[in-house]
Each structure stands twice: as C-alpha cells, then as structure tokens.
C-alpha cells in the first residue's frame, strides 16, 4: 500500500509542510507531486512568498535536517487518527489502522509513502521558484546531495 515516492524527497516535504505550518499558520499542502529531480507542492495562500521569506524557508527547513532526526512510524486506529489528523490525502477505503510518520519531535502526520530513517539521508533542501495564482502557492524545490 505505500506509494511509489523518492523516500528522500517524501520525507523532505513533511518537512516542508511543517514548517509552512510554523512560519505562515496556514494548512499543509493539498497538492504534490514529488520526483526524485524536482519536485512541487501547492498551499492554499493569499499571496507569493517573498525573496527573504524563500531563504528563510530554506533555511529553517535545512536546519531540521541537519539535526539527524529519527523518521519512525507508528500505527493508530482510525477513529483516533481522526480526532488528532487530516485525513483528507489517504487512499479511501483506509478506516482501521492509520500510519503516522514522524520526523522526530517536529512533524508527525498520516502517510502511506517510503521515507528515510534518518533526516541525515535527505541531503540540502533547496527552492527552485515559487508562483502564486488564483489562491494557490506554488513551491518548486530540489535536494542537492551533501557530502
């Protein structure tokens, strides 16, 4: 059941995602489609980020990474995952048993995907552009290997 996603890159966005959350108080993103090059996810916002908020970004999210958290799962039942999660991303037919994924003590959220062990696998986190549309943030972003 879990979904063919580049484990690096799909770690990197529940990164991305909490951090969204954290810097701009606004939902994780609706919409992503995440490839080993490139890949983009799509927030619900009023307006683009700014050139010093997209460093910012980087910044913070870079900073999560390097700290060599843990990525551990744990499995809840649905009627608990319901209370305390947005359901809204996983397959339907799912309505027993949750999977939870948390990146240490900063992100924890429903996911059928691969992910690393560790965010010390990820590499550099790095935006490639970002658009805004009609309501829609578009962020576009990359890993870089480190070394």
Known sequence: MAKEYHPQMHTAEHILNQTMVRMFNKGRSFSAHL??????????????????????LEKKVNDIISQNLNVTEEIIDFEIAQKLYNLQKL?????????????????????????????????????????????????????????
């Open 35 to 56: 490839e080993k090059k490139k890949s983009k996810c799509d927030y619900h916002f009023e307006r683009d980020l700014t050139e010093t908020e997209v460093i910012e």
């Open 91 to 147: 397959p339907e037919g799912v309505t027993e048993n949750v999977r939870i994924i948390k990146v240490g003590e900063y992100d924890a959220c429903p996911c059928i995907g691969q992910h690393v062990a560790n965010t010390n696998e990820i590499g550099r986190f790095k935006v490639i552009s970002t658009g805004f549309e009609n309501g829609i943030l578009r962020l576009r972003f990359k890993l870089e290997q480190t070394n």
